[in-house]
């Protein structure tokens, strides 16, 4: 397993286009994170996933955000009408159960460009 | 959540070992102390977690204060490759809520050759 792999690594984007993006977690892990870090920032909350189950949203996570799991696998992040407030970095995690012993496994991210 | 309190930034001499503070005084009884690790161009990597007592693991040593109000993270030789951002998180691990983390702004810590 090659870890948690996400897709596109970078997207320039005009505003008020709509976005999607992709997370392939490793295969065996029930829960999936996103997060979104601007510059010179740490990593903010936006949602998790436990299975197929949405089971938490942060109150970042506006009505232009949707996030996906379909079958309990890989995860989309969806941002419609895209504003420039929303370039940043788009992380993913995913792990097995709820407290991992090796903490959780972060995608590399994809950056998010809106002009 | 409780939080964290890091310095900015830090530097150290590659080989030599690196001791990274955080400082974490509204620390409650179920909170663990984990460290993850962001390389440049990178998302967060795991490094290390405690509770109470003082945990080694091929990366690092935790070392953890009696009071638990403050931590240190203990790189024994930095390398060029462990120039990265270091967050230093409290997680109630008691079993309620989603186990999200909840990044600081962190230490950035430069190796110099």
């Known amino acids: 397993d090659t870890g948690v792999s996400q897709d596109p690594r970078h997207k320039i984007t005009k505003r008020g286009q709509n976005v999607t993006f992709r997370c392939d977690p490793i295969?065996?892990?029930?829960?999936l994170y996103w997060y979104r870090q601007t510059l010179g920032q740490g990593p903010e909350f936006l949602t998790y996933?436990?299975?197929?189950?949405?089971?938490?949203k942060s109150r970042l996570l506006s009505d232009r955000f949707s996030a996906e799991r379909p079958k309990g696998s890989f995860s989309t992040l969806e941002i419609q009408r895209t504003e420039q407030g929303d370039s940043a970095m788009y992380l993913c995690?995913?792990?097995?159960?709820?407290?991992?012993?090796?903490?959780?496994?972060f995608g590399s991210g994809t950056r998010l460009t809106v002009v | 959540d409780a939080k964290t309190t890091q310095p900015n930034s830090m530097e150290s001499n590659e080989e030599e070992p690196v001791h990274l503070p955080c400082n974490h005084s509204t620390i409650s009884g179920t909170d663990y102390i984990h460290w993850y690790r962001q390389l440049p161009s990178q998302g967060p990597e795991y490094v290390i977690h405690?509770?109470?007592s003082n945990v080694n693991n091929r990366m690092a040593s935790l070392a953890i204060a009696e009071d638990r109000k403050s931590s240190t993270l203990i790189l024994h030789r930095a390398t060029l490759r462990d120039a990265a951002v270091y967050y230093c998180i409290l997680r109630d691990d008691s079993g309620a809520g989603s186990y999200q983390l909840t990044f600081g702004k962190g230490t950035k810590l430069s190796v110099i050759p």
């Open positions: 405690g509770l109470t």
């Open positions: 295969s065996e892990h029930n829960r």
């Open positions: 995690a995913s792990s097995l159960g709820q407290i991992p012993a090796e903490g959780y496994t």
């Open positions: 996933f436990q299975n197929e189950a949405q089971l938490e």
